[in-house]
């Protein structure tokens, strides 16, 4: 390691240190030394034994030690095919707790999940930053820089370069840790997050990531970006590490995707997505209080989008999150979803995904499918009206997809049936600034017959228009913003770039008597009044800039 390096490596600590991790040097807790919590001298061994067991011993005393035995035993002898499989069935019992069997005096078996990190009380755990922490497997012996163990896990693995080397960038740290995966895979198992730095730029992603999913943090707290003067990798440090930010983006944030064919993809958010997600369920919890309650101790929203909450307490209108195209919407709605359902104030709530488009529903259904480990259970699709009042006619749970066509009565002038008038209803609205959530005469109208009490949010890849109205009305003001600006920065989207032509406009004559009878078609269902308005818009010559001839000229 050139001095350079370990000036960067001494800096981490030191952050680390701040944040309340104990640090320690590698070599010296290697097997046969004083302080030796290792008693492989081969380094074989990845996992603190003892602080493990003693943590499995004080977070489920009431369980036997054959019990503790069995949690340890799983945890520390995963068996699946890939790395991926393996780190997802951790992933799986660090989050949900470890399911164990163990004899009563009476001879019956019994089950029990065992805890291994306590999410509700961060100082109930045992946090340890250790330096050069030498690791061998097969023939290969590796040192990464600093390895984060939360109660003897190693959850984070964080790789440094010199910043005075040209040729060592945070591109050949993330090299490294493929290097490391590839050859010493047992100490990523456990692995929650993966750090690269070169003391000037800071990025993480997740086991198994692309390069360009390797993203920067650019907050600490959360409410705004952290100031320029301080280096990226503090940002990163205290932003992430902080024990229960951490805490939070283990249990709340890290997915995994089922891509068919027994292919797992792990993703974990991003900063804009975390404290999106968080911003929204403080302002869910005010949205859907009895409007009674607590008045004087509510908290203003905050994050993106200033100092000023989506609605009133107890208004029913969370607000809304404008993130740009590209910036992984689907999955921050996702990571909602699924913090709400575990919500405890909530009480297991119903949530309602709404769309304005058959093809969005089933792809945003298909986002959410791929993530059930992170709903807790499977989302459904309504297939009709009658599929809808059925599957919203529950006492409790359930993530319903639907488009807002459904929520139509019958005949014209009806009012929409009560479905439920609990207050743990959440509905979130995909693209809410587009006119069909007209709350005067169109169906968000009719939702609010169907769902009173029902909480709304909506979530947004373009910015609402300032004269409109009727979002505000539904949803509230935006609670967080992450423009095309930043998204161009972080990496997160590519930028867009504009270049004047004039292709004129045209409609053959052989076209245009088709033009009737398949607006029909794609209106059917649709209130007369709203046809009439949409035949009137579309009959205009801008209605046809999407022609091929036009498409092949531009």
Known sequence: MTLYESIVEEAALAWLEGLGYSVVHGPDIAAGEPAAERSDPNYREVVLERRLRQALGHLNSDLPAEALEDAYRKLTRTDAPSLVERNCAVHRMIVNGVTVEYRRPDGSIAGAQARVLDFDQPNNNDWLAVNQFTVAEGQH????????????????????????????????????????????????????????????????????????????????????????????????????????????????????????????????????????????????????????????????????????????????????????????????????????????????????????????????????????????????????????????????????????????????????????????????????????????????RHMRDALPNASFIGFTGTPIEKTDANTRAVFGDYISVYDIQRAVVDGATVPIYYESRLAKLELKASERPKIDPEFEEATEGEEVERKEKLKSRWAQLEAVVGSDNRIKLI
Not at 169 to 179: D, K, R
Not at 254 to 276: C, N, P, R, S, W
Not at 333 to 346: N, V
Not at 411 to 427: A, Q, T
């Open 141 to 444: 012996m590796r040192r990464p820089d600093v390895v984060l163990f939360v109660n003897g896990l190693p959850l984070a693995v964080i790789e440094l370069k010199n910043p005075a080397d040209e040729n060592a960038t945070i591109w050949s740290a993330y090299q490294q840790l493929q290097t490391y995966q590839a050859q010493t895979p047992s100490l990523f198992t456990t692995n929650a997050a993966l750090i690269v730095s070169d003391g000037v730029q800071a990025r993480i992603g997740s086991l198994g990531a692309g390069r360009e999913w390797f993203k920067p943090w650019r907050t600490i707290m959360g409410r705004e970006d952290a100031a320029t003067k301080l280096a990226e990798l503090q940002v990163m440090l205290e932003g992430v590490f902080e024990k229960r930010r951490f805490l939070d983006l283990v249990r709340h944030f890290i997915v995994f995707e089922d891509e068919g064919g027994g292919k797992l993809t792990k993703k974990m958010a991003g900063y804009h997505q975390f404290h999106a997600v968080n911003v929204a369920v403080e302002e869910t919890l005010r949205a859907a209080r009895r409007a009674a309650e607590h008045r004087a101790a509510d908290t203003l929203g905050h994050y993106e989008s200033g100092h000023q909450s989506g609605g009133e307490p107890g208004d029913r209108r969370v607000g809304v999150v404008w993130h740009t195209q590209g910036s992984g919407k689907s999955l921050t709605m996702a990571f909602y979803a699924g913090r709400m359902i575990l919500h405890p104030t909530m009480a297991n709530p119903t949530i309602v995904v709404l769309t304005d488009r058959n093809d969005l529903d089933d792809q945003l259904f298909d986002t959410f499918a791929r993530c059930h480990d992170l709903l807790r259970q499977s989302p459904v699709q309504a297939a009709d009206r009658a599929d809808l009042r059925e599957k919203l006619k529950v006492a409790s749970g359930g993530v319903v997809f639907t488009t807002i066509q459904k929520f139509f009565p019958e005949e014209k002038g009806d009012r929409y049936p009560i479905l439920s008038d609990r207050r743990n209803v959440v509905v979130i609205a995909d693209e809410a600034h587009r006119s069909q959530y007209d709350f005067i005469d169109g169906f968000a």
